[in-house]
């Protein structure tokens, strides 16, 4: 679908929730390279309380999301725009809602037969007992930029997670699955490629992710091809299990020829940091031709 140059484009980005500063990196790289891309319309909008007032004045044709976190992925935005029949990138209200949250995804995970890590939920309270034996991992269910993430190695490691976990929330507990993490992405319902992440620290936490050139990354890593149908199969199993729209990028531990899927991101980063645009890269599709993809598609699904 050939895109109209002068058509009304906003970007959104910014928010209210913990990973504000990487959704306007994003927001602010998709805005740059739609402008530099020859498109003469198009308007950055920093989310606040007064989204829908500036989007019934702007008016757009179509909505490019660059909200991560709360609001921006779990299915609040997508609902506002639906109400406004506005054309949004990436998944709708269903898909983003349950992508966001690691338990309800995780049950979509296992009847799709993906494996998991053996895992349970636990409530936070002031006395708790030791869900495993070490090692073990605790998750907020509905935190991204892997915030909210404490892999717990010993029994002091286990008392300081305790201490961040607010009292009577759900978290998602699992028995740590050691190996080599690979990304998958999938664009239009068909699988574009995969990556793997080496941290310079064991975990591939919020600064390795936005803030250190330590960290390397390799697309198309060498996993055996056993394990790479598998993790390919199973991303885009859930991807389609859950209706979702655009890209998707699925996290995964890789073990030989076995695996873990750890969760489904239906709203990926698109920062300099980012895979899907590396994969992209790679499968020679570059940025600006990667957003036009997501517009078209979001366009004809009208």
Not at 13 to 33: H, I, P, Q
Not at 140 to 153: A, E
Not at 178 to 190: C, F, H, I, S, Y
Not at 256 to 261: H, R
């Amino acid at each position: 679908m050939k895109l109209d140059k002068n058509m009304k484009i906003a970007v959104i980005a910014g928010g209210m929730s913990d990973e504000r500063e990487v959704s306007l990196v994003t927001g602010n790289m998709l805005y740059k390279t739609l402008c530099e891309g020859g498109y003469t319309n198009v308007k950055f909008i920093d989310v606040g309380f007064d989204l829908a007032e500036k989007l019934r004045e702007f008016s757009p044709d179509v909505v490019v999301n660059g909200l991560h976190g709360r609001y921006g992925e779990d299915g609040t935005v997508q609902g506002l725009l639906e109400m406004m029949k506005i054309p949004y990138t990436n998944s709708g209200v269903t898909a983003s809602a349950v992508g966001m949250d690691k338990l309800l995804c995780r049950a979509v995970m296992k009847d799709c037969g993906i494996k998991v890590a053996e895992g349970k939920t636990i409530e936070a309270a002031a006395e708790m007992e030791r869900p495993y034996d070490f090692p073990f991992v605790v998750k907020d269910p509905v935190n991204g930029s892997s915030r909210g993430v404490y892999i717990v190695k010993n029994e002091e490691g286990w008392e300081s997670a305790k201490k961040e976990l607010k009292e009577g929330k759900r978290y998602l507990c699992e028995k740590f699955f050691k190996g080599r993490e690979v990304n998958v992405a999938v664009l239009e319902n068909k699988v574009l490629g995969d990556v793997e992440i080496t941290p310079a620290n064991e975990f591939y936490d919020f600064d390795a992710k936005y803030n250190s050139d330590k960290t390397i990354y390799t697309v198309h890593p060498d996993i055996s091809e056993a394990a790479r149908e598998k993790i390919s199969d199973a991303a885009l199993k859930l991807h389609i299990a859950l209706g979702c729209k655009g890209v998707t990028r699925s996290d995964f531990i890789v073990n030989g020829d076995d695996y873990i899927m750890l969760e489904i991101n239906t709203l990926p980063g698109m920062t300099g940091h980012s895979l899907v645009p590396m994969i992209a890269k790679y499968r020679g599709i570059g940025y600006l031709e990667l957003i036009e993809t997501l517009v078209s598609e979001c366009l004809n699904a009208k």
